[in-house]
């Protein structure tokens, strides 16, 4: 037996489990490579905001890694987290926000996502967060992730400059024989190649491949120096939150936004990797207060590294499918986040943007992951009940008023309102749940709120 394995063992009961220590190495450095692209992105994203892409690379590795070791040693699952699509783009939208004559400022937007962390983790602890996923109707549930995909979709196709804006239709196509767009489109082809015959990391694979084609173009450019140095500084967003920002009252629905979609990103993609994993036991997760938990203090403890909300990754289906089944995945992944930052280098010429004549500069490489994120999180359509309009079109109106009204946070609220005026109008009023009432009071208040504050 290996020097090791008995500790391994007595910490992540891999023989209970069916696996083995190899399996679990295996599994971790796949969900790694899978989900790695965040790493690259997320610099891209919280940049728009003003905040400094090297340090929030540096807090991106930082809070996946502790939150990822959270769910390893804390409930023994082969789950990673990072932070999340869509929670990042609402966080550059609440950023962009003007409450009584105040941009709210990413300093702002930290603020909100560290309240909804403390109150995710004060719900942990009194098992309230079951309670409300069940109570939110499946259809909105899935409109939620298909329209939050519309959503990163269209930023990704802009960030590509296939999609540029209209003073005339909006928006409208853009010069697709510019190198910028040319180079995404051939990103977004390979990539999505890759991911139909199922390469493990093809998200990555496609970006590296993406910047490299770029360099010769000088579309792409590489920052100097060698690929390896030390991490980037925390000191620029680290501890910056703004918790005054919060003092409005139009703020409250920020931090309830960023608290549902933490808690329906989190259920969701728990019940998902755990089905996948064979972790299941009549239809309940064992332990699940305990990986719940992970995803409160990552979001708490993320923010205030400064990230936006931390939550499990789905992509930790591609190492269950390895053989991962326990924590000791988990930790491989996290390794490999904090093993990540001693290669900011490549991560500034992956996530840099391509300076353009007029306008802000483009990401060509990381367009194509938004666009092919975005394609994924529609899955969920199918599930919507079509033929019953009261269903539908309260999950018709969250899927297109997050892209048409760029705001997560307004699609959220269309939704949230119509769902419960028309069960009420079609005389089928009991069907709701006293809780999606309330929430769609919450909601009305809210577009009152930003309308007035605005």
């Not at 728009?48 to 990822?68: E, F, K, Q, R, W």
Request: hydrophobic residues 55%; aromatic residues 8%; proline residues 6%.
């Amino acid at each position: 037996m290996a020097a090791g394995a008995p500790l391994l063992e007595r910490l992540f009961r891999l023989s209970e489990h069916g696996t083995t220590a190899r399996r679990e190495l295996r599994g971790g450095a796949v969900t790694f490579l899978t989900m790695s692209y965040i790493i690259f992105v997320q610099p891209a994203v919280l940049g728009l905001t003003g905040m400094d892409p090297g340090a929030v690379m540096t807090a991106t590795c930082v809070a996946s890694a502790l939150a990822t070791l959270v769910m390893a040693f804390g409930a023994n699952y082969p789950v990673a987290l990072a932070p999340c699509m869509g929670e990042n783009f609402f966080f550059v939208t609440v950023a962009g926000l003007t409450v009584a004559g105040q941009q709210v400022g990413w300093r702002g937007a930290l603020a909100a996502v560290f309240v909804s962390g403390v109150l995710f983790l004060g719900l942990s602890l009194f098992k309230v967060r079951e309670r409300i996923f069940h109570a939110i109707p499946g259809s909105l549930r899935h409109a939620i992730a298909a329209g939050i995909g519309v959503f990163i979709a269209l930023i990704g196709l802009s960030e590509a400059g296939v999609v540029v804006n209209n003073p005339h239709a909006l928006v409208t196509l853009g010069d697709l024989s510019a190198g910028t767009p040319l180079l995404a489109l051939f990103g977004l082809a390979l990539t999505a190649a890759l991911m139909a015959r199922r390469v493990p990391g093809a998200i990555l694979l496609g970006m590296l491949a993406t910047a490299l084609v770029g360099l010769p173009f000088e579309i792409v450019t590489w920052p100097g120096g060698l690929p390896v140095s030390a991490p980037p500084s925390l000191a620029p967003v680290a501890f910056e939150l703004d918790l005054g920002a919060l003092a409005e009252p139009a703020m409250v629905g920020v931090v309830l936004v960023f608290l549902l979609m933490v808690l329906f990103d989190t259920v969701g993609t728990l019940t998902g990797v755990a089905h996948h994993a064979g972790l299941m036991r009549e239809g309940t997760l064992p332990r699940a207060g305990r990986a719940l938990l992970s995803d409160a203090v990552g979001t708490t403890a993320g923010a205030l590294l400064g990230c936006s909300t931390v939550s499990s990754y789905i992509e930790s289906a591609a190492g269950v499918s390895e053989g991962a089944r326990t924590g000791l995945a988990s930790v491989v992944t996290a390794a490999l986040f904090l093993l990540a930052l001693f290669f900011a280098p490549v991560v500034q010429m992956v996530g840099g943007g391509t300076p353009q004549a007029a306008g802000p500069p483009l990401h060509p490489v990381i367009a194509p992951a938004m666009i092919l994120v975005g394609a994924m999180m529609m899955r969920g359509v199918r599930e919507i009940a079509w033929d019953d309009l009261t269903e539908a079109i309260p999950a018709f109106l969250v899927i297109v008023g997050m892209p048409f009204t760029y705001n997560i946070a307004t699609g959220l609220a269309l939704g949230f309102i119509a769902y419960p005026l028309l069960k009420l109008l079609a005389g089928r009023g009991r069907e709701v749940g006293a809780l999606v009432y309330v929430l769609g009071l919450v909601f009305v208040g809210h577009l009152a709120l930003v309308v007035h504050f605005h």
